[in-house]
């Protein structure tokens, strides 16, 4: 959670960039439910989108006007901002399963693992 | 924290809708939140969007407002048709705004969460313009839009905390619930004051009521105040919060038919007091309503004639033809027509219409012609509520209203429909008498308090002069009207001029006689003067006899030469004894 003020990338990129997913947590403040939120979707992400995604988090302690903009109710709310469209999901991400339903990820990419 | 809250548990949060803060005894608990709830369309959103609007304008209190249904096109619409601009009003940050979307089908939950986020939102509104009220239209929608209802309701009873903490006056709204009073029972959260709005349609006529249920801390109005949502937004009228308290005008003001003012004691109706002019079909009630408005006109007062039977047109031409021009009034603007079909809407928006006009117009004479019309639209109990209210209110105001009333036939004549006999403070009556196969018009009053009224009937004449009113015939033939009225008249005048003329001979008579007195008086005065005449000669004749005789004797005595000293001197004594 030390990079919360920016959004950062996380992992270094190596996979081709027409494939990049960007995901975009809100937190406010470091909660236990955000710390493990960024901890459960980091795992997903190094599973299942090895080399290929971006996580920014956004503090809306520090930037309360992006709730309104984007539609934030829940914390922490995780936004595939890319490849479209929009999706939104809320909760700490522990039910794996429901993550990956929630972000479409396809089992292809779990096979590849 | 509890202290705080305690010690402004007293203290209201005036809405400055009309009627609530009467009812609710100066408005909303300040700093806490108000649960409104009731079925769809019944104007929940209505009266947390008053609130607002009054508070942020009249109040200068900052509101935000965070709908989670209506778009924020949709508000700035709902805004407009109270006739405020909402961008303006953003712009001058008397009002914040927050749609807070939410959609279950596009989110997916995936663990432990809190809303956080709304609550940052929240303070982030509440923060940019100072707000001291805010609105949640309808938090409900959270329910159907997230499915943990635990996370949820911890979070709700979060939130009122919260909210509270803040000193934030807030208004939730709720839809009704099958057996609960919300859908989701946010009344368990918000117990300080909680709302009901009511939406009934009877007889094709929807009547608004709004009920408070709970008000912690503070008395309150219980009973249910029908409501209705105006241009101007939404207007409640309390039965209850009208007293009879009202102070009273000894001032008169003039029916406009001089009789009829005689016949009240002689200067006419009190100022302020409520007349009744009732009767069967074509007996002159709005004639007399007229005459009472023209004459109302003259004096320079304002008229306000609420219609329930003609249009404005039809009244004045009817009118020119008993000789009342109200035209000229009209185009003064001292004379207002309110021309509507009873059934057009509700009593109660009746009532509101009619409140809305008399604080736009501010008359000081009101006509509602006829009232019978209003028990169209509803049941006797409602119309005599309604009226009640009305007549409580323009007592207050001070202004003469005179309502006509149509009796039907077969009904009792000193009755009304509408059962306000109790309210009326002057009832003139006007009925039918048949006699000799015509129908006229004959008038009483049947009450008239605080002054010694007349207890006569009179018979009413509608001419083009106007109105007249006159004395029955009473005599051996008992009540006479109309033609009998003035054949009655016609054979009075007939014998009295039979008399006359009997008058008049004995007079001729007597007179004769005094001349022909007169006359021998003079005559015998004449012989008189005659004899007198002949008396005066006749002394006259003698004493120059008597002269002449001693002429004669002295010249007899000269000539026969004798003595003259005796005997003239005994000759004279002698002539003269």
């Known amino acids: 959670?030390?990079?919360?003020?920016?959004?950062?990338?996380?992992?270094?990129?190596?996979?081709?960039?027409?494939?990049?997913?960007?995901?975009?947590?809100?937190?406010?403040?470091?909660?236990?439910?955000?710390?493990?939120?960024?901890?459960?979707?980091?795992?997903?992400?190094?599973?299942?989108?090895?080399?290929?995604?971006?996580?920014?988090i956004v503090d809306l302690l520090k930037n309360p006007t992006l709730a309104k903009g984007d539609q934030i109710l829940a914390i922490p709310t995780l936004v595939r901002q890319l490849p479209p469209p929009v999706k939104k999901l809320i909760g700490d991400l522990a039910n794996t399963q429901r993550v990956l339903v929630g972000l479409d990820i396809k089992p292809a990419a779990k096979a590849i693992k | 924290m509890v202290k705080y809250a305690r010690a402004i548990a007293l203290e209201k949060c005036p809405t400055g809708i009309a009627g609530f803060d009467e009812i609710s005894n100066g408005g909303l608990p300040k700093g806490r939140p108000t649960l409104i709830c009731g079925t769809a369309g019944c104007g929940k959103t209505m009266l947390a969007m008053e609130f607002l609007l009054r508070g942020a304008i009249q109040y200068k209190e900052p509101g935000v407002f965070v709908s989670f249904e209506e778009t924020p096109k949709d508000l700035a619409q709902n805004f407009a048709s109270l006739g405020y601009d909402l961008n303006d009003l953003v712009a001058r940050k008397l009002i914040a705004m927050d749609h807070v979307y939410i959609e279950r089908s596009e989110i997916e939950e995936t663990g432990e969460y809190d809303l956080e986020g709304l609550f940052i939102r929240l303070a982030h509104a509440i923060d940019s313009i100072k707000a001291k009220r805010i609105v949640l239209d309808t938090i409900e929608s959270l329910f159907s839009g997230l499915s943990n209802e635990g996370i949820l309701r911890a979070e709700l009873r979060r939130l009122f905390h919260w909210l509270k903490d803040r000193g934030i006056t807030a208004v939730i709204t709720g839809e009704s619930g099958e057996k609960t009073l919300t859908r989701y029972g946010l009344e368990e959260y918000v117990a300080d004051c909680v709302i009901l709005l009511d939406f009934r349609v009877r007889e094709q006529i929807s009547t608004r009521r709004l009920r408070i249920i709970k008000y912690r801390g503070s008395s309150h109005?219980?009973?249910?105040?029908?409501?209705?949502?105006?241009?101007?937004?939404?207007?409640?009228?309390?039965?209850?919060?009208l007293g009879l308290e009202h102070t009273v005008s000894n001032e008169r003001v003039s029916s406009g038919i001089p009789r009829l003012d005689s016949m009240l004691a002689g200067k006419g109706f009190y100022r302020g007091s409520t007349i009744l002019i009732?009767?069967?079909?074509?007996?002159?009630?709005?004639?007399?309503?007229?005459?009472?408005?023209?004459?109302?006109?003259?004096r320079g007062e304002r008229c306000l004639y609420l219609a329930f039977e003609e249009s404005a047109d039809q009244i004045i031409r009817n009118m020119k033809s008993i000789g009342i021009d109200l035209a000229p009034w009209v185009k003064r603007g001292r004379l207002k027509f309110h021309a509507s079909r009873p059934s057009l809407y509700g009593l109660e928006m009746h009532l509101v219409t009619i409140h809305n006009l008399i604080a736009d117009f501010k008359p000081r004479i009101i006509i509602v012609d006829p009232v019978s019309n209003l028990t169209a639209v509803g049941s006797s109990v409602e119309v005599k509520s309604v009226l009640t209210r009305l007549f409580d209110y323009l007592k207050g105001e001070h202004v003469t209203t005179l309502l006509t009333d149509l009796v039907h036939f077969g009904g009792s004549l000193e009755r009304t429909n509408e059962e306000i006999s109790s309210l009326i403070d002057t009832w003139v009556l006007l009925r039918d008498i048949?006699?000799?196969?015509e129908r006229n018009r004959g008038l009483y009053i049947l009450k008239s308090r605080g002054m010694?009224?007349?207890?006569?009937?009179?018979?009413?004449?509608?001419?083009?002069?106007?109105?007249?009113?006159?004395?029955?015939?009473?005599?051996?033939?008992?009540?006479?009207?109309?033609?009998?009225?003035?054949?009655?008249?016609?054979?009075?005048?007939?014998?009295?001029?039979?008399?006359?003329h009997e008058a008049e001979r004995i007079m001729r008579e007597h007179e004769h006689k005094r001349k022909a007195l007169e006359a021998r008086i003079e005559a015998l005065r004449a012989e008189f003067d005659v004899e007198s005449d002949e008396l005066r000669f006749m002394a006259a004749g003698q004493k120059r006899r008597r002269s002449g005789m001693v002429a004669d004797r002295v010249e007899m005595a000269r000539l026969r030469k004798a003595d003259r000293a005796t005997h003239s001197q005994k000759g004279k004594k002698k002539g003269v004894r």
């Not at chain 2, 074509?282 to 004639?287: A, D, E, L």
């Not at chain 2, 009224?453 to 033939?477: C, K, M, P, T």
């Open chain 2, 278 to 298: 009732s009767g069967t079909a074509g007996t002159g009630k709005t004639s007399f309503a007229n005459k009472f408005v023209e004459s109302a006109c003259k």
């Open chain 2, 434 to 437: 048949e006699i000799n196969g």
């Open chain 1, 1 to 56: 959670m030390k990079e919360a003020p920016t959004p950062k990338r996380k992992p270094a990129k190596s996979a081709p960039v027409a494939e990049v997913w960007i995901l975009r947590l809100y937190v406010a403040g470091q909660t236990p439910k955000s710390i493990a939120a960024f901890a459960n979707l980091k795992n997903i992400c190094d599973e299942h989108l090895v080399g290929k995604y971006r996580i920014e």
């Open chain 2, 221 to 241: 109005g219980a009973d249910e105040y029908p409501f209705l949502i105006e241009k101007t937004g939404i207007s409640i009228l309390p039965v209850t919060s």
């Open chain 2, 452 to 500: 010694a009224h007349s207890n006569q009937i009179r018979e009413v004449l509608l001419s083009d002069h106007g109105i007249e009113l006159v004395d029955v015939y009473l005599g051996a033939g008992g009540v006479l009207t109309g033609s009998a009225r003035a054949s009655q008249d016609a054979k009075e005048k007939e014998e009295e001029r039979q008399y006359q």
